[in-house]
């Protein structure tokens, strides 16, 4: 019923009601309140005090991700090597650090780049390298916009500035962006699994990750 009703209500509503609900929520907790910690059934995660989806999910349903999880765990093992673009606060990227050798968890939003190190040290991760940088084309800086509402869908700042992805008045910040191929520049390094969710950017990553992919059994993409 309730996603039934979702889908009779347009979605630039579904969006204003999102932000609205997302705004009274920083006003309840305080500007000083920046994420809640939520125990779920393994492991534990600070997510953004803002975040009504990724955020939302943990903080009602105490999960985010299992199907995703599933799936992508059949792909690795206890010796695998595993990169992440867009890790987001590591609701996935955790759960599977847990179960293989090593991984490279990339994060382009800063402030979620900090829920994720804060989450790695609460879950004791040791087999993570983090990096807070966009993965793109090439080397340089690009334009950021960070999503409120939806902080998973922060974002390289769009060529056509709609209001779907304005509408939570994000701010927009320069990120250092690099290529995946200059991150994992070890030719010796072989990966069983590369996932990646970056909000449509996933074309200019893929030019900058050649190398990788070609050292690379599978890769996922959100």
């Known amino acids: 019923m ?11 509503i579904v969006r204003k009601i999102a932000a609205t609900l997302s705004t009274l929520t920083r ?31 943990l903080r009602f349903k105490g999960s985010y991700g299992d199907d995703e999880f599933k799936r992508t765990s059949k792909l690795v093992g206890n010796e695998s090597n595993v990169v992440f673009v867009g890790t ?6 955790i759960p599977i650090a847990k179960i293989v050798k090593s991984c490279v968890l990339i994060e382009a939003n800063p402030q979620t780049f900090d829920l994720l190190t804060t989450n790695i040290f609460l879950n004791e991760v040791t087999n993570a390298t983090c990096k807070n940088v966009a993965i793109g084309e090439c080397e340089g800086e690009i334009n950021f916009v960070l999503s409120r509402v939806n902080s998973g ?10 209001n779907m992805y304005y509408y939570d008045n994000p701010k927009t910040v320069k990120v250092p962006m690099v290529t995946l191929d200059s991150i994992c520049s070890d030719e010796r390094e072989v990966y069983d699994l590369v996932f990646m969710d970056i909000e449509g950017s996933e074309f200019f990553a893929l030019q900058g990750m050649r190398k990788v992919l ?8 959100e």
């Open 2 to 12: 309730k996603k039934a009703i979702k889908a009779l209500i347009p979605s630039f």
């Open 88 to 93: 987001h606060v590591g609701a996935i990227a």
């Open 27 to 57: 006003k309840l907790n305080g500007k000083n309140i920046t994420g809640f910690l939520v125990q779920t059934e393994q492991f534990r995660f600070v997510v953004g005090s803002e975040d009504m989806s990724v955020g939302r999910a």
């Open 214 to 221: 070609s050292r690379t059994s599978a890769l996922v993409i």
């Open 153 to 162: 869908g922060s974002k390289r700042e769009p060529a056509v500035k709609d």
